[in-house]
């Protein structure tokens, strides 16, 4: 089992930055590929971004290319998200993920992840 836990949620203006935090505990977190999704009201949970175990493979959501920028610490067990620009249609719950496929190694959109946390509210004002 792995726990998730996100913070670094809240509320800001379009063109303001966050930087959301998960930490893991459990089991070892640098076996994970680990991923960022988030999920609008009235639509569907996306992939908004996602790490390989050792930090060598990442992948962005083309929405997010350029302005977000995934990273993690295996020391510290925890992944990040840096948030720039940020933009009203980024609003959104967000949540971590760790997932086995592959090995961690995968960063694919369409890999399975098997651990989740119950993610962090991102308000984006315009």
């Known amino acids: 089992q792995v726990q998730l836990v996100e913070s670094g949620g809240g509320l800001v203006q379009a063109g303001e930055s966050l930087r959301l935090s998960c930490a893991a505990s459990g089991r070892t977190f640098s076996n994970y590929a680990m991923g960022w999704f988030r999920q609008a009201p009235g639509k569907e949970r996306e992939i908004v971004s996602a790490i390989s175990s050792s930090g060598g493979r990442t992948y962005y959501a083309d929405s997010v290319k350029g302005r977000f920028t995934i990273s993690r610490d295996n020391v510290k067990n925890t992944v990040y998200l840096q948030m720039n620009s940020l933009k009203p249609e980024d609003t959104a719950v967000y949540y971590c993920?760790?997932?086995?496929?592959?090995?961690?190694?995968?960063?694919?959109?369409?890999?399975?992840?098997?651990?989740w946390g119950q993610g962090t509210q991102v308000t984006v004002s315009s």
């Open positions: 993920a760790a997932s086995t496929f592959l090995g961690g190694m995968s960063v694919s959109p369409y890999a399975r992840y098997d651990y």
